[in-house]
T-cell receptor, first 112, second 114 residues
């Protein structure tokens, strides 16, 4: 089992819809959770971070964390074609000396 | 505006050559990382540093070496390039003092060894 698993893609949604990206992790003492966006041919860009159970909203993006279920998700409301990218989930834990462990990524395509 | 800089952006080099990929950051971050990523594939950690004179190998076996003589500078060197080293190399940094900080990535160096 991988330490960080993301739902296999690719994921395709119509413009204006809600895109839901999911991530599970295996280390129960994980502390910090991040979502990165990576456009094709570009480097990853940090878009959300979450540390406590519940929801965290930033514009059209909402991160949700459930530590009991070891689950973190990213919702993108009113999806735009410019949201088409690969989204990477990353988890940081003291047991990994504070380094982030990245998932394989989920590729999202938003169709006009 | 990039606060972490990688040079060169693209590099094509012959087999057996020695190369150094440069990475510098202006944010004063203690932690720096090198990742290797093939197109459409996952990130692989090859080296990291938690401060000056501190370097560690990552999860992916690599024939490269790194140094951290100054906080802002974390170069990666390949003593003898091979076609198997063809990949994108990404440098990243984060603040120290715990695990609550995400990474800032540079633009990457796309290396082709012919």
């Amino acid at each position: 089992q991988k330490e960080v698993e993301q739902n296999s893609g690719p994921l395709s949604v119509p413009e204006g819809a809600i895109a839901s990206l999911n991530c599970t992790y295996s280390d129960r003492v994980s502390q910090s959770f991040f979502w990165y966006r990576q456009y094709s041919g570009k480097s990853p860009e940090l878009i959300m971070s979450i540390y406590s159970n519940g929801d965290k909203e930033d514009g059209r993006f909402t991160a949700q964390l459930n530590k009991a279920s070891q689950y973190v998700s990213l919702l993108i409301r009113d999806s735009q074609p410019s949201d088409s990218a690969t989204y990477l989930c990353a988890v940081t834990s003291r047991t990994n000396a504070g380094k982030s462990t990245f998932g394989d990524g989920t590729t999202l395509t938003v169709k006009p | 505006e990039a606060d972490i800089y990688q040079t060169p952006r693209y590099l094509v080099i012959g087999t057996g050559k020695k190369i150094t990929l440069e990475c510098s950051q202006t944010m004063g971050h203690d932690k720096m990382y090198w990742y290797q990523q093939d197109p459409g594939m996952e990130l692989h950690l090859i080296h990291y540093s938690y401060g000056v004179n501190s370097t560690e190998k990552g999860d992916l076996s690599s024939e490269s070496t790194v140094s951290r003589i100054r906080t802002e500078h974390f170069p990666l060197t390949l003593e003898s390039a091979r076609p198997s080293h063809t990949s994108q190399y990404l440098c990243a940094s984060s603040e120290g003092g715990g695990s609550n900080y995400g990474y800032t990535f540079g633009s990457g160096t796309r290396l082709t060894v012919v």
